[in-house]
Structures are given as C-alpha cells and as structure tokens.
C-alpha cells in the first residue's frame, strides 16, 4: 500500500474517532451540566429560604436525645499497623458512650487480632469476630460474619443495636457522628455521611485526586442524587443503617446482608435498598472549630475558627499504582458487576444508575480524546513546516463538528472550574488551583484503572472465581493532623462544668486581644486548675490522662528506672494485661509509645498528666522505693473513709500539695476542712 494511502487512512481514522468522541463528551457534559444546574439551584434556594426551611441541628439537640445502643462493623485484614490505633482513637473521640465497635478479624491473621485485642483492654467495648475461614476473603464476606457475631452478642447481652454504623481500619470519625446517628434514627432509615481524604503535600498528585473527587461528589453529586432518586449508595464508611433496614436487609437476602460475589458490596447495599420504603439521607452537617495555621508570610501560628463538615475521614494511596489497583476494584464493582443490580421502576434512580455506569466509557475516552490532540497538533505543525503539505483537518471550521467540539471544550473548562471551587470549600484555595493539574493525572489513573478492571471481570467470568479482597497499604496521621478534627476545648470545657459561659469568654476576649493558648489563659485566671486543664485536653486529643497516685503499684517502679522517668518525664501507674500504663507529661516532646515500648521491651500506652504530678510522683514514689503506706494509715484515704472531708476538698488538697510539697493536714486546715484540733487529734490517735 502507498504511503499516501496509509496516511489518507490513518487521517479517516482519527476523523471519525474525533467525531465519536465529540459525541461522548457532548452527552457526558450536558449530564454532567445538569447535575450542577441542580446543584445551584438548591443552593439559591437555601440561600433565600434558610431561615423558613433549613435549620441546621444544635449541640442541644442532639443531646437531649437518651443514647439508644449503636454497632460499629469493622471489618479488618492485614491491619496490624494501624488497627489499635483506629479503635483506641474511634472509642476515644466519640462524644457518645452506648455503642460497641464489632472488628472482624482472620485466624491467619493473628497480628491484627493481637492490637485489636491490647485495644480491647483498654476500651471493653470492642468485641473481636474471627471469620471461620482464612483471609483474606472479601471485605462482604467479613462484613456477613461481623453480622452474625452481632447478632449472637445480642442474644448473650439481652441487648438490641438500633443503628449500625460500617467504618474501615484506616477512618477517623467525627467526634458527633454517632450523635447524630441517634438523634436521626430511627425516623432515617438509611444515612451517608461524607467522606474527605486527610490532606497531604501539594506536590503529592496521586492522593491528591481523592481530595478533588470526593469534594466535588460529595458535595454536589451526592445532594443531587438524594434529591432526584429514591436511594443512595453506600461510601462503606460513615454509613449508618437502622435496626429496620438490617432487618429488612437480612430478611432479604437470607441473612447474607453483603453481596460476596461484588468488590463493591457497600455500593450495591445503597441500590438494593431503593426497593424498600423509608426515608435515606446525605447528611451535611457543619461545625464550627479551632484551628492553628501559619500566616502566608509570617510563618507564626495563630489560632482560627474554621467552619468544617462532619465527615469520616482517611488517607488514600499516594502512587500510581496502588492508586490504580483502589480505583480498578470500585470500576469493576460499579461499572462492571454494579449490572447485575439491573435497573430499577424509578427514572430518577436509573438516571444515577446510568452516571455511574458510563465512566466505564467516558474513562477510557479521554485519553483517546489526548491522543487525537496530539495527532491534531502534529498535522497543524508538520502543515506550518512543510510548505508543499496538503493533510486537511480533522473537521474544518464551517463544519458542525467543529462548532459542537467548541462546546464541548466550554464545558471542560466549567467541569475544572467547578472542581476548583468544590476543593477549595473543602480544603484551601491552593488546594483549589492544584485541582487543575492533578485533572490531568485522574485521567491517566482512571483509564489504566479501566482497563485493569475490564481485565479482571473478563478473567472472574472465564474462571468463575470471585476477586478477591484486593485492598491497599493504609496509613495513619500524626497526632499534629489528628488535632484538626477535635472538639473544641471550650465546649469541653462547658460540657464538664469546669467553666461558665461568662468565665470562658472572659478568657477568649484575653486571646482576641493578646493571643495565646486557650487553656493557659484559664489557668492563668485561676478558673481552672492545670489538672482539669489536661483532661480536657487528653479528651479533645483523643487520649486518656490521669491523676498520679505516687503510692499505689510500688512493684511497677522496677520496670522503669528513676533516670528513665526523668529523662523521658514518664511515671509507671498501672499494668493492664501485658501493657504498662506510663503517665506522661502533656505538652512535651517526648518519647513515642513505639520508643519506649523498644526501651522497656513491653507494650506501653501513655496517659497524659501534669508536669505537677510527675514532679511530685517521682519525688515521692522513687524516694519510697518498694514501700508505700497502707491505704489504711494515709490521712486522706482516713479522712474520706470517715466522711470528714469530701472528695473535691480531698482533690483540691492534694493538688495543692503537689505544688507547694507541704502536709496535706496543714493544706487543709489552711482551707478550712480540718481544724488544728481535730488534724492534732488525727495525728495521734491510732490509725
């Protein structure tokens, strides 16, 4: 064949792909155009009718709403390096006390079912399932098993979950979630809280992607689905089912809730459910916190309040290739298996049905459209070098083609514009203007996901066996990131009664004029003692404190050096099971709980306390060696046995203690607890 034929073939080829493709991306723009047009529409509406029709929930509210019994499934394969972490950080931030966290667990995987376990003494809350076969299944099957652990947990307790709450090993929840789960159920039967991936470096495209596609979808796709169809998909985190609909479900399905044969279970959850009646909801919600940021210029840190949604929270893969294998597992779930869902009675959700099955083409053509580009620019280029070149355009100016591909680009530059501003109500504007490039990046991992995601359906149908759990490496954030998504310490503050209302703005007016921390101010004032000050802090880092006892658990003094507890400013208090429990001095930059479990050569969780309390622990508990006073012959254990003094008068006595090292009689005599008489009488009487 000539050349001129190849190439005149090769020119014919690429025109009718151009035309294909404007044709794809004519009818996924206008789709993806009306969905915005919903979008804006419900937020002009709310705009104008806030106050008649949108009246977000209070903190009072949802707490005067008695706590009904709530589940949260986990299901966990291969998670040793995060898991305690996760469940110590979840049972830890919830402002709610009636749930259990069900974890299910492999016997083939005995690391995970070992931290969960150490997390378990600390928190008897969380149960442990292990699936009677070995992992890893699929992230379904563990589901149905934790289901079934329920259920006989149930029966044994005489106790019946009204919520069931689906969250993962890597996800930080929001500390009112649950709250609001009790406060909606059961009048929702279904509720989809957002997810938004933890932010990373700017330079880091990969994971950034996520950022950009969850704040676009689920501020916008997702209120438009729950307005225009009759159900919603499951995210599989922050997914709260109502005791009706898990029964409905199990009802349904032979107690086998979760599809075993789909990757994506938690997706096919949300469609099954369009055919049973009850209200599914896309909750947003937003809370007011305190945040540190560095000035653009300065670089000092300053405290801000930041309005932020309650949302779950996690990281998500940061290369290309794991990025690759997450996204090929949820097209072959969605796009590919999500058929066997079929279609339903409903326009409105077989509309949605269609937008997420058409990214199976709309993925792989974009890229093509990038290589008709580049053979676009080659033509114009060998054109303007070559004076004699006769290669026409693809389509040429007068033609409909050309006017339609026009449109076509308008509407991409809206969709980037569209994406920015979605990331920036998320996250910040820089995060905003690198959602431009990392566009780019998404294509390319969508169209190789695609592609691997075709393969394995083609490879599960020849074969007839079921993907397996093809799950990614997860991480977990630093404490510095963590703190991003507590609650506010005034509100703690408030809600232990440690502070009025008065007193507390008193104390933020001293911050708006001079600056400083929050709590030391209230210290400063006298409001509140340091003590106090730690456990609310302890709370709002999702930790634990405690108030040292120098005297109790001499023989734990063995197991950590007096240098040791100097240096690393630690106090042994307590052993539970095979953990050491360390007093740790809040606010300094010491050593991890991995560091000091190498040192001490056993596992270690720390407990925030005072730099008072861990200067007098070690004064007195060292200097006392292996004795300490009975509890019968210490005066204050005396004191409160007999119903002399209280337990506040007993507590604001030995923190007083603790900072001026004098007798705890003297100290309450000086506040008027005890006359000289009766602590002279104490004194010498036998004990």
């Known amino acids: 064949m000539e050349a001129f034929d190849i190439g005149y073939a090769v020119w014919v080829f690429f025109r009718i792909l151009f035309i294909s493709l404007v044709i794809v991306f004519l009818i996924s723009g206008l789709d993806d155009l009306f969905i915005d047009l919903v979008h804006y529409a419900r937020l002009i509406f709310r705009k104008l009718f806030r106050r008649k029709y949108v009246k977000p929930l209070t903190r009072d509210q949802l707490a005067s709403i008695p ?85 006989i947990f149930e029966k044994e307790h005489r106790i019946q ?24 159920m059961p009048r929702i039967d279904f509720i989809q809280l957002p997810v938004f991936p933890l932010e990373s470096p700017w330079y ?46 199990a009802h349904e399905r032979k107690n086998q809730i979760f599809d075993i044969q789909s990757l994506t279970e938690d997706y096919l959850l949300g469609i099954l459910l369009n055919k049973m009646p009850g209200k599914k909801i896309f909750l947003q919600q937003w809370v007011t916190h305190k945040q540190t940021k560095r000035g653009w210029f300065s670089r000092k840190e300053k405290e801000v309040s930041a309005r932020l949604p309650v949302a779950t929270r996690e990281y998500f893969p940061d290369s290309f290739v794991s990025a690759v294998r ?29 937008r997420d099955r058409k990214a199976l083409v709309a993925n792989l053509a974009v890229v093509l459209g990038y290589v008709v580009v580049l053979y676009w620019a080659g033509i114009f280029l060998y054109n303007r070098w070559n004076v004699d070149a006769e290669i026409p355009h693809l389509v040429e100016v007068n033609e409909p083609w050309f006017k339609l591909a026009v449109i076509v680009m308008a509407m ?17 504007p820089l995060e905003g203007l690198m959602a431009i490039p990392r566009l780019f990046v998404a ?6 996901a695609t592609v691997m995601a075709i393969k394995r359906f083609i490879v599960s149908n020849i074969t007839g066996e079921v993907p397996a759990w093809g799950k990614t490496e997860h991480a977990w954030p630093s404490e510095e990131q963590m703190r991003k998504y507590h609650r506010k310490l005034g509100d703690l503050l408030m809600e232990r009664r440690l502070v009025t209302a008065s007193q507390l703005e008193d104390a933020l007016q001293i911050q708006r004029e001079k600056g400083g921390k929050l709590g030391e101010i209230l210290v400063g004032l006298g409001v509140l003692w340091e003590e106090d000050l730690i456990h609310a802090i302890a709370a709002q880092d999702n930790r634990k404190s405690v108030e040292i006892d120098p005297y109790a658990r001499p023989e734990l003094r063995s197991l950590v050096s007096r240098e040791v507890a100097e240096s690393k400013r630690v106090y042994p208090v307590d052993m539970q099971g095979d953990t050491l429990v360390l007093a740790k001095e809040a606010g300094v930059n010491g050593p991890s709980e991995q560091e000091m479990e190498a040192q001490l050569g056993k596992p270690v969780v720390f407990r925030l306390t005072s730099k008072a309390d861990i200067d007098f622990a070690i004064q007195r508990g060292y200097e006392l060696r292996d004795q300490a006073p009975s509890p019968e012959s210490r005066l204050g254990q005396r004191l409160l046995r007999d119903g002399a003094v209280t337990q506040e008068s007993l507590t604001e006595a030995l923190r007083r203690q603790k900072r001026s090292n004098r007798r705890l009689g003297d100290i309450l005599v000086e506040m008027d607890v005890l006359s000289a008489e009766q602590l002279e009488r104490l004194l010498t009487e036998p004990k």
């Open 67 to 151: 706590e009904k019994p709530i589940a949260i499934m986990i299901p966990a394969w291969d998670e040793s390096a995060i898991i305690r972490r996760m469940l110590l950080n979840t049972a830890g931030v919830l402002n709610y006390t009636n749930f259990h966290i069900f974890i299910g667990t492999y016997p083939n995987d005995e690391a995970t079912a070992l931290e969960a376990e150490r997390a378990r003494e600390i928190f008897p809350n969380i149960e442990l399932i292990t699936t009677p076969a070995d992992g890893p299944t699929n992230k379904a099957d563990c589901l149905n098993w934790i289901y079934q652990g329920i259920r």
């Open 161 to 184: 979950f009204e919520a069931f709450v689906m969250h993962d090993a890597e996800d930080i929840v929001h500390p009112l979630w649950l709250r609001l789960v009790n406060y909606l």
């Open 204 to 249: 880091q495209l990969v994971s950034g992607i996520y950022r950009d596609e969850f704040a676009e979808n689920h501020t916008k796709d997702m209120r438009a689905r729950e307005l225009l169809a009759d159900s919603l998909p499951s995210a599989g985190v922050g997914t709260a089912l109502s005791r009706r609909t898990i029964e409905w479900l």
């Open 326 to 354: 997450q996204k090929s597992r949820w097209i072959l779930g969605i796009s590919l298996q999500g058929w066997s869902a079929g279609w339903t009675r409903s326009l409105g959700a077989n509309y949605f049905l269609y």
């Open 412 to 428: 991409f530059t809206w969709r980037i514009a569209n994406r920015v501003a979605s990331t920036t109500r998320i996250y910040n």
């Open 443 to 448: 294509n390319f991992i969508n169209f190789c």
